[in-house]
């Protein structure tokens, strides 16, 4: 009864490939995230979905997609893939609250290396 | 857009001694202060929070203190132990126009090594 699963955990692929990271939540929250943490353990926000609603892009080139089929759910796929994408994605959801922010609950990381 | 710097990027503390992590913010509109702990290899982790409203909570070990006219907010570890041991990092949240937080700005980390 994981919070927040997120599958593969490990992910190797070549150059170019197209490959796609799943993530589930079963905590009933609205909104769900997307980071990136690279090799120097920087932990950098790529997407925000409330409500299955695209709230926040940072500037992520745009190989990369996510897609929320419904609030419980966000997915990232990854076109033509390049070797500085070599990190660990996380996916997060948190329950929006009017006015303040509350806990992001983490899940286990895909670690996704491009060769 | 929010920035969070934290110091320092190292620490290294004997058991028994106390720890601190610093942390500054840029923008005046965060109102939501998580630090979160990292083991090695796994997700991050809520430890203690705070709300702009506050500006000190302790959690038996753990506190941390808010100031916002400053706009820093500091981590304090008491007592430390092995198992203390993790990357910990600060983030700040702001609401956006429609009056929710949607974003952490998570600072760069800070590596606690706590000795034997």
């Known amino acids: 009864d994981t919070a927040v699963s997120q599958t593969p955990k490990y992910l190797v692929t070549q150059m170019g490939n197209d490959k796609s990271i799943k993530c589930e939540q079963n905590l009933g929250h609205d909104t769900m995230y997307w980071y990136k943490q690279d090799s120097k353990k920087f932990l950098k926000i790529m997407f925000s979905y409330n409500n299955k609603e695209l709230i926040i892009n940072e500037t992520v080139p745009n190989r990369f997609s996510p897609k929320s089929p419904d609030k419980a759910h966000l997915n990232l796929h990854i076109n033509s893939l390049e070797l500085g994408d070599s990190a660990v994605y996380f996916c997060?959801?948190?329950?929006?609250?009017?006015?303040?922010?509350?806990?992001?609950?983490f899940g286990q990381g895909t670690r996704l290396t491009v060769v | 857009g929010e920035n969070v710097e934290q110091h320092p990027s190292t620490l290294s503390v004997q058991e028994g001694d106390s720890a601190v992590i610093k942390c500054t913010y840029s923008?005046?509109?965060?109102?939501?202060f998580p630090w979160y702990k990292q083991e090695l290899g796994k997700r991050p982790q809520l430890i203690i929070d705070i709300r702009s409203n506050v500006g000190e909570k302790k959690d038996q070990r753990i506190a941390v203190t808010l100031n916002k006219t400053a706009k820093h907010f500091s981590l304090h570890i008491t007592e430390t132990q092995p198992e203390d041991s993790a990357v910990y990092f600060c983030a700040a949240s702001s609401p956006n126009s429609g009056g929710s937080n949607y974003k952490l700005t998570f600072g760069k980390g800070t590596l606690l090594t706590v000795n034997p």
């Open positions: 997060a959801s948190s329950q929006a609250r009017s006015g303040t922010g509350t806990e992001a609950f």
């Open positions: 923008d005046s509109a965060s109102n939501y």
